[in-house]
């Protein structure tokens, strides 16, 4: 009995060879945490096929919007742009540290991908935060908000957050490196830990409260402008209007419900993308406090041990949430298909072109059918009655 039992432990414990920190960690974490690495194989392909053709469709349909006074669609544009580079980039990461697959162990490449990654990342909470602010001055600051359109500030703008995120990400070049064993790694530099939580505090804590808060003074700003338009709309017939004052009242009424359908869109991406980031940070801060167990343990001991038991939990429930909080990055398409009459008609034209272009071919392809067969029931008819 204690000779199967040694003989599983020595099993084990050549599961797991310390060959490398990175593999070493990977095939521990496969062994005691196997739905964490389910959840990594299986669900983010499936995101990032979502995500690639969402997003795709997205900047096909929102660049065709882009105008000096549209700087939704500009912003909406770059959003999906920043998406697809962000979850090409995570499937590089993925291809490293779940599968295994030799993506990052340059010594230039490692520390130089982290700064495209992070860049990427960051992107996101300071281009919601843009547009939020946008939509804020327009609503609640109208007048403001209509000179500040005019004078086409949306591409500059979209230019100091790519700079702003890139001079974030750029301090990573400190933070990874390829050691001795070939892979790459986290350096533990103190000013890199610190850069990072003082940097993810600021992006995904400061950034989204600030833009929380703006959306709700959007939503009552909106909502007392709905009321105030309603209590004192005025009957143009009776209080002797010109027809050409009624129909500029009628044009800045169309003008205003549509900002009010495009307001819907932008706060609906952005709550989303709220909610999923909100949860991303928090489990990020957990890891500080719940740390792995002892290195030194054999593999069948770190079964056993009650330290990496609770971080197997805690690293289950991040893998979850880490699938949630990329999803913000692929399911975007849905929410614009749901809340954007502009985006839901061009969705519908496109698919009923294509549509329309099958059957077409296929007609096509009946047609000459029908004419090759009907050539030749001619030649045949023709062919009888000159032997007749």
């Not at 669900?43 to 053709?53: A, C, D, K, Q, R």
């Not at 990342?121 to 919601?128: E, F, R, V």
């Not at 890139?166 to 001795?180: I, M, S, Y």
């Not at 505090?201 to 808060?213: D, K, Q, R």
């Amino acid at each position: 009995m204690n000779g199967s039992i040694n003989n599983t432990t020595e099993i084990l414990d050549d599961l797991c060879p310390r060959v490398g920190v990175v593999s070493w960690y990977s095939c521990i974490f496969e062994l005691y945490a196997p739905s964490a690495f389910f959840v990594d194989k299986y669900v983010s392909p499936i995101l990032y096929f979502i995500g690639l053709v969402g997003n795709l469709l997205t900047i096909k349909i929102w660049s065709r919007r882009i105008r000096k006074t549209n700087t939704s669609a500009l912003y909406l544009t770059v959003l999906a742009v920043s998406d697809l580079v962000l979850l090409a980039l995570h499937s590089v990461m993925e291809l490293q540290f779940t599968w295994n697959v030799s993506t990052l162990n340059k010594p230039v490449w490692c520390p130089t991908f982290f700064v495209f990654y992070m860049f990427a990342q960051y992107m996101s909470p300071l281009l919601i935060m843009g547009f939020t602010l946008e939509r804020f001055i327009s609503i609640a600051i109208p007048f403001k908000g209509e000179r500040f359109s005019r004078r086409n500030r949306g591409a500059l703008e979209i230019v100091a957050i790519i700079i702003l995120s890139l001079l974030l990400a750029v301090p990573q070049v400190f933070g990874w490196t390829v050691f001795p064993d070939g892979e790459c790694q986290g350096t533990g530099i103190k000013f890199f830990e610190i850069w990072i939580w003082v940097s993810d505090i600021l992006v995904f804590g400061a950034f989204p409260l600030a833009s929380l808060i703006l959306n709700v003074l959007v939503i009552n700003a909106v909502s007392r402008s709905i009321r105030l338009r309603r209590d004192t709309a005025p009957s143009f017939e009776l209080n002797g209007f010109s027809s050409k004052l009624l129909k500029t009242r009628q044009k800045e009424h169309t003008k205003q419900r549509s900002l009010r359908v495009s307001t819907v869109t932008l706060l609906c991406v952005s709550f989303y993308r709220l909610f999923t980031v909100i949860p991303v940070a928090i489990i990020f801060a957990l890891q500080y406090r719940i740390p792995t167990g002892d290195e030194t343990l054999s593999v069948s001991e770190i079964g056993k041990d009650s330290t990496w038991k609770t971080f197997f939990d805690y690293l289950i429930a991040k893998k979850i949430i880490d699938e949630v909080g990329l999803s913000q990055y692929s399911l975007n398409f849905f929410l614009y298909y749901l809340t954007a009459n502009y985006f839901r008609n061009e969705v519908c034209r496109l698919f009923r072109s294509l549509i329309e272009c099958r059957v077409g071919i296929t007609e096509f392809r009946g047609r000459r059918r029908g004419t090759e067969s009907s050539t030749k029931g001619t030649l045949l008819s023709t062919r009888k009655s000159f032997y007749d």
